[in-house]
């Protein structure tokens, strides 16, 4: 079954303790992107990459990292949570980046920074 | 700076009540606007990608239509299942950038 997958789910943790959220993809797509999703705010991107070793800034970049060494994996860093970055998250993958390329999300991940 | 404004926040309908659902963005070069459907507690999912003005696309009861610089989600007929959150989102010419709007929360009263 075409999809992708997000580990762990769900995850409560302290300020300043890092995290890795993973992210993987089992349809050979070229893009991936993550999102952080807030109430009233909508999704909003955080980082995406268009290739393996290629990665770019969206539009809410700060206090995360990411790496895309293979294909299909694609985990967001949080080197040093903090509370404001609380929020629901979704990793999401699409074949490419033109107009009838549309992106596959992931179940999302729930995380709570106290 | 892409925009995507998404109207109503919410919109209670009877089943069988038709109606209508806007999107209305700027965008420095649309590559694509998209809609997707969004359940509680899931990711997104796909519903229809449109490029040109005067484009639509359907879908059950579903469709969606697309001018210079509005998109509007038709839904005749809606049904209960049809409950869920609405979002629409541009891709722009920087083909990874994608700007998603804050959604149209539909309840389907049977």
């Known amino acids: 079954e075409a999809q992708v997958t997000q580990n762990p789910r769900y995850l409560i943790t302290v300020t300043g303790k890092k995290l890795t959220v993973t992210c993987s993809q089992n349809m050979n797509h070229e893009y991936m992107s993550w999102y952080r999703q807030d109430p009233g705010l909508g999704l909003r991107q955080i980082y995406y990459s268009m290739n393996v070793e290629v990665t770019d800034k969206g539009d809410v970049p700060e206090g995360y990292k990411v790496s895309r060494k293979e294909k299909r994996n694609f985990p967001l860093i949080l080197e040093s949570p903090s509370p404001n970055q609380t929020s629901l998250y979704f990793c999401a993958s699409s074949a490419g980046t033109g107009y009838h390329h549309e992106q596959y999300f992931g179940p999302g991940t729930r995380l709570t920074v106290t | 700076e892409d925009q995507v404004t998404q109207s109503p926040e919410a919109l209670r309908l009877q089943e069988g009540e038709s109606s209508s659902l806007n999107c209305s963005y700027t965008?420095?070069?649309?590559?694509?606007l998209f809609w997707y459907r969004q359940d509680p507690g899931k990711g997104p999912e796909f519903l229809f990608t449109?490029?040109?003005a005067g484009e639509e696309k359907e879908k059950e009861r579903l469709k969606a239509t697309l001018t210079k610089k509005e998109s509007f989600l038709h839904i005749t007929a809606p049904k209960p299942e049809d409950s869920a959150t609405y979002l629409c989102a541009v891709r722009n010419t920087n083909a990874g950038k994608s700007t998603f709007g804050d959604g149209t929360t539909l309840t389907v009263k049977p």
């Open positions: 965008v420095s070069g649309l590559r694509g």
């Open positions: 449109l490029y040109s």
